[in-house]
């Protein structure tokens, strides 16, 4: 069984950092691309980030290209992702995501996490 767990998230305010983990089980970690994906209320599903199986291709969400850095550390299955330079418009449930598709705006994440909540705020 796949498992995402992810942690990491809180209360920032704007400026200020954050760095989200990701503990994946239940499939070969090396294999797979992941990524980061968001929702915020009232909001569709938003692609965030992806890093490759080989780790040396990542691509981000123009909204975060610049503050977003995504990571893996592939010897303990742990996907990682850094937020610097945190805005309001950042505010938003993230997941840790496995299989992600893009059709248009369109996101699909056949596999993901519980999530964690990144609320960013005076």
């Known amino acids: 069984e796949v498992q995402l767990m992810e942690s990491g998230g809180g209360l920032a305010q704007p400026g200020g950092s954050m ?3 990701c503990v994946a089980s239940g ?3 090396t294999r797979y691309p992941m990524s980061w994906v968001r929702q915020a209320p009232g909001k ?3 692609w965030v980030s992806t890093i490759g199986a080989s780790r040396n291709t990542a691509s981000y969400a123009e909204s975060v290209k610049g503050r977003f850095i995504i990571s893996r550390d592939d010897a303990n299955n742990t996907l990682f992702l850094q937020l610097d330079s945190l805005k309001t418009e950042d ?3 993230y997941y840790c995501a496995r299989d992600v598709k ?3 705006t369109v996101v699909t994440a056949r596999q993901r996490g519980q999530g964690t ?3 960013v705020s005076l």
């Open 117 to 119: 909540q990144v609320t």
């Open 19 to 21: 760095r989200l983990s």
């Open 44 to 46: 569709a599903l938003e």
């Open 27 to 29: 499939f070969t970690f």
């Open 102 to 104: 893009k059709r248009g």
């Open 91 to 93: 505010t938003a449930m």
